[in-house]
């Protein structure tokens, strides 16, 4: 299925809003069966404190997982495969091919808990002499026949499917109100464990009842805006079900005495006003549950299988028909699910899936927090509430409580992680896609350089490693200064000097100048670091620095220097320009003017301009200037892009053009667009209307010998009052990235 980028919607036509294409699915996942049928055991067990300290506990995991499914899946164009392909598109392919496993293993084994739990409940409701896994046997086949042949039909029964769910819920809660009492409630505060049991086994109990957030992100190709409905969809439908949880473990503790909320599984029919409707909410909930998931967990397969990370995996990458249908994966996800329902009963298999799906989100919230905490220039999700220290807590959060639910079984969990985790590295898969990998590579050391050596370049993970030709820095210190900002503690920042003479005989001068620029760099309090070289000349200086400075994957990529109208220096300005281009680099040349009255504290009045004329340097002056603001400093100066464009042209369709390209980049920033037949008298006019404090123009080295016409061209720009950043982009950085 082509995917519109501009817009997130499919080009099958599907354009589901908020309520439709992500509220509803994940609510009706996380209503489901424990909901009718373990709950009271859950209340009755741990008391309705404990019950509701249960509640509130697995929802603060669900909830900090959405965050960060929030962020993530606002930052990138998400595909099939789920959480797989977020943590996989991430944290990179190692650790994508774990969770692919484990999400895979605990959709399939879902099946057979939402299986068992109709059964249960149909042997419950209907006098039947067969035996329970037989029945069990019976259904699990039917909903793999539905799914193979083609369940997209499930769908559309989604909006009757939520208000049978609602109406079986109104039905408890009209029958418990009556038959509530503060006596029974009162007794009912405590915990009376049987014998094996505890807090964190009722815990686990109970903690498949609020997974399904993931199913907002598995319809991201069919939403009109998913920047907006999966944060919306996800959170409204965790905060609508926890409601849901915590009214009815309060009314299950106040109308029904311990000893019956533990051994009566469907208590929850005989407290309602309806039980006919219960019955219809526990089969609508675990078959549309069950369906579901072996939708769901074949896709996962299929999508690990397509990376191409297994090669025995491989086969099951093939899709069938024009939708591709997972067939080959369905089927060996209903063998899995028919051997857990072989094996085991609701209270086994619920534990299990417990345990992998706190696998899955504590690596979803690692994801995350590594984003964060790197502070990666490419991770711009449009969902703003977010914090790596939330993604932090929900990853430490799932972690203890795998090893407070089982030690042993959360210790078997991560030796598998570990196990599958060296098994992708030792194969040495080559990923198509960038991924957080290179960023967390790009900050350590020896080990980071020597696979950075090995990683595969993507704008993704761009970022800006300045080399700033300021000399000694104290003479120049607005270059040191620029060099900075535009990294915005992103990248790395050398500030260079260049000595002039033998450096066989300035060894020790060149030792010295490298230490006061050290301490200069110190002194300012700049995130930089030194470089100083001796040559014969400045041009050979310059050559030294473009072809040794650097190690490994953090060798420069962008050239800063200032701006030279000096006679006697337009030559070797033209050179060094030229080579720069020649050599990979991006260029950036900063016009300083001096005649603005400054303080180390305020950055110059005025606006953060961007003339575009074209694309090609337009993408990285946006990404220059979007860094530049991240500085405290400049984080309050407005962000324009001045467009000139002739009297005649589509003002409209311009307009509309950049700002699919501002949501494309996850930048905000005002459009002005200057009608006019001579672009330079327009942008004076603009400056005069409203004055800049920094101002971004795109240029292209001079050809040899028309270095003074170079010049000439560019000084009615760089006399504007404020300062001008000339930038000449190599062509490595991607907005959509």
């Known amino acids: 299925m082509t995917e519109n980028r501009r817009n997130g919607t499919s080009s099958g036509g599907h354009s589901f809003g908020t309520f439709g294409g992500v509220f509803t699915p994940t609510t009706l996942t996380i209503l489901g069966v424990i909901m009718f049928l373990r709950f009271g055991q859950v209340v009755g067990q741990a008391g309705t404190l404990n019950a509701l300290l249960i509640v509130l506990g697995a929802k603060s995991i669900t909830l900090l997982t959405s965050f960060s499914v929030a962020a993530i899946a606002t930052n990138t164009q998400v595909k099939g495969g789920g959480a797989y392909f977020l943590i996989s598109r991430t944290l990179g392919v190692e650790y994508g091919g774990v969770i692919a496993i484990f999400l895979y293993i605990a959709q399939a084994t879902s099946v057979a808990l939402y299986v068992i739990g109709f059964t249960e409940a149909f042997v419950g409701t209907f006098p039947v002499t067969l035996s329970f896994r037989l029945i069990a046997t019976v259904v699990n086949v039917a909903v793999f026949l539905c799914v193979y042949i083609g369940a997209g039909w499930t769908i559309k029964v989604q909006y009757g499917i939520l208000a049978v769910l609602v109406l079986s819920v109104l039905s408890f809660l009209a029958g418990a109100l009556p038959q509530s009492s503060i006596e ?101 909930a675990t078959l549309s549950s069950a369906l579901g998931s072996m939708m769901g967990a074949p896709r996962v397969l299929q999508a690990f299988a397509a990376d191409d990370v297994f090669s025995r995996l491989r086969p099951f990458a093939k899709g069938s028909g024009p939708a591709r249908e997972p067939r080959r994966a369905t089927i060996v996800t209903f063998l899995i699910a028919q051997t857990a329902i072989v094996l085991g009963d609701l209270d086994a298999v619920a534990p299990i899936i417990t345990m992998f799906f706190m696998v899955t989100y504590g690596t979803l919230n690692l994801a995350c927090f590594l984003e964060g905490i790197t502070r990666n220039p490419s991770f711009r999700p449009r969902f703003r509430w977010h914090h790596w220290a939330l993604s932090l807590l929900g990853a430490l959060l799932c972690l203890a409580v795998m090893f407070l639910i089982n030690v042993l079984w959360a210790a078997v969990a991560i030796l598998i992680m570990v196990a599958v985790y060296g098994l992708i590295g030792r194969a040495e898969v080559l990923a198509a896609w960038g991924d957080l990998s290179s960023g967390l590579a790009f900050q350590r050391a020896r080990w980071a350089l020597l696979r950075l050596e090995k990683e595969r370049y993507h704008p993704k993970n761009w970022r800006p490693s300045i080399l700033a030709l300021s000399g000694g820095a104290w003479s120049r210190n607005h270059l040191a200064e620029y060099a900075c900002w535009l990294s915005a503690g992103r990248g790395v920042v050398s500030l260079a000097q260049i000595l002039f003479g033998d450096v066989e005989e300035l060894v020790v001068r060149r030792n010295e100048a490298e230490r006061l620029l050290r301490r200069h760099i110190q002194e300012e309090g700049r995130a930089a670091f030194p470089a100083v070289v001796v040559e014969e000349d400045l041009g050979k200086g310059i050559k030294t620095l473009l072809q040794c400075h650097g190690i490994g994957g953090v060798r420069p990529n962008t050239i800063l220097m200032g701006w030279s109208e000096d006679p006697r220096r337009v030559g070797l300005f033209g050179r060094t320009l030229r080579l720069c281009r020649a050599m990979g680099r991006s260029v950036v040349v900063v016009r300083y003017d001096r005649r603005v009255e400054r303080n180390d504290e305020e950055a110059p009045k005025g606006s953060l301009n961007i003339w575009w004329r074209e694309p090609h340097n337009g993408a990285l002056m946006l990404l220059l200037a979007h860094l530049m603001k991240q500085n405290r400093i400049w984080r309050n100066h407005p962000l324009r892009i001045l467009c000139p464009v002739p009297p005649r042209a589509d003002r409209e369709n311009l307009t509309a053009e950049m700002t699919d390209r501002l949501a494309l980049a996850r930048i905000d920033a005002e459009i002005v667009v200057l009608p006019t037949d001579d672009p330079l008298s327009a942008l004076r006019a603009e400056v005069v209307r409203e004055p800049f404090a920094a101002l971004f123009v795109g240029f292209e080295p001079p050809e040899e010998g028309h270095e003074e016409a170079f010049i000439d061209r560019y000084r009615p720009v760089t006399e504007l009052p404020g300062d001008v950043i000339l930038v000449s982009s190599s062509g490595d950085v991607a907005l959509e990235a």
């Open 184 to 284: 029974t409630f009162r007794a009912n505060l405590h915990s009376a464990y049987l014998p094996g049991q505890s807090f964190f086994t009722m815990f686990a109990l109970f903690f498949p009842a609020v997974t399904g957030i993931m199913a907002g992100v598995n319809m991201s190709g069919d939403l009109r805006d998913p920047g907006k409905s999966i944060p919306d969809g996800t959170f409204a439908a965790v905060l609508f079900t926890g409601a849901i949880y915590l009214s009815m473990a309060l009314f299950l503790g106040a109308s029904r005495p311990q000893e019956a909320l533990i051994h009566q599984g469907l208590i929850v029919r005989e407290i309602a006003w309806s039980p006919l409707l219960i019955t219809a909410g526990v089969f609508a």
